[in-house]
């Protein structure tokens, strides 16, 4: 029978951090794989499969020493899920092969709107106005990032702005899996199918990596899946009205990545954007901690 944890808010705040820096990580390391620094630039395919297969073996060596009880997986939902899932990170590792991480990370903030839209067809939710107005502010913050102009717009933020999307859509089938299933046994589940998936993809494009970027893409597989934990159990110690501001932080650290290793300053668009989306994502998860409260029992 599974016991819940105690409730720890500051542990909870502690591990989404830990959690953001990492997410930061990945897509710093993506950056690196996608352009020449390490080698020959790979494609995103093969970057995504290397998340995949790396997130996997960590996951699967955990499982090897807790052995922990996998439940029967409900296999049509977790593979609509790899599916969208993989599609996303190939877009968002695409986008930031060409634009900054902060531009790229603050687009991907759009991943709970979207959520929110697509769960309206998808499990029949309602969204009341403080919802669509949290949706219509953060978008004007993704149309400020896209830099709409002829002299300043960026084709590769509508590959960010398309990982949002289907990432989004994914937020909705994890819904769906997690009143199903333990978290463990959907990682797993998940970066497993993802291999097969991701698998399958990069025979078309694959290129034999140089041991700088073998190195890369297990630090981009580790990192998310150290993400991922800290993660889930931040989410069982705490709301997730509480948890989900804290990891706007990722942006935070995607911008001092991009000071350090590639000498790109946020300019006022990156900041103007990137602020009003962070305060949509932020109205829709203060929304979704009223809502709960509402409905507890009194």
């Known amino acids: 029978m599974h016991v819940p944890l105690p409730q720890n808010p500051r542990r909870a705040a502690t591990l989404i ?50 052995r ?19 599609s996303g990170v190939t877009l968002m590792f695409a986008s930031v092969a060409y634009i900054p991480l902060a531009d790229a990370t603050a687009i991907s903030f759009l991943n709970p709107v979207f959520g929110m839209i697509l769960a309206i067809p998808l499990l029949g939710e309602k969204v009341g106005r403080w919802r669509w107005l949290a949706a219509a502010i953060a978008l004007t913050g993704a149309m400020i990032l896209l830099r709409p102009t002829p002299a300043s717009f960026q084709p590769a933020a509508l590959l960010a702005l398309g990982a949002a999307m289907v990432l989004g859509f994914e937020l909705s089938i994890i819904k769906k899996l997690t009143g199903r299933e333990a978290p463990f046994s959907i990682l797993i589940v998940n970066n497993a199918l993802g291999v097969a998936i991701a698998g399958m993809a ?25 993400a991922q934990a800290c993660f889930v159990n931040a989410m069982a110690r705490a709301d997730a009205s509480f948890v989900a501001p804290f990891s706007y932080a990722t942006l935070i650290f995607a911008a001092l990545y991009d000071v350090i290793f590639y000498d790109v300053i946020p300019d006022a668009i990156t900041l103007t954007g990137a602020g009003i989306i962070i305060a949509g994502a932020a109205l829709l998860a203060w929304r979704e901690g009223r809502r709960r409260v509402a409905r507890q029992p009194l």
Do not use: E, N, Y
């Open 17 to 66: 951090l830990i959690a953001s820096a990492f997410i930061a990580a990945t897509t710093l390391m993506a950056k690196a794989l996608g352009t020449d620094t390490p080698g020959p630039p790979l494609h995103p395919f093969q970057i995504t499969f290397g998340r995949f297969l790396f997130a996997f073996l960590s996951f699967a060596a955990v499982a090897a020493v807790m």
């Open 68 to 86: 922990p009880r996998l439940q029967r997986p409900h296999l049509p939902l977790h593979l609509l899920r790899t599916l969208s899932g993989a």
């Open 202 to 226: 990069v025979l078309w494009v694959w290129q034999t990596p140089t041991p700088a970027q073998w190195a890369l893409m297990a630090g981009v597989g580790c990192a998310m899946a150290a």
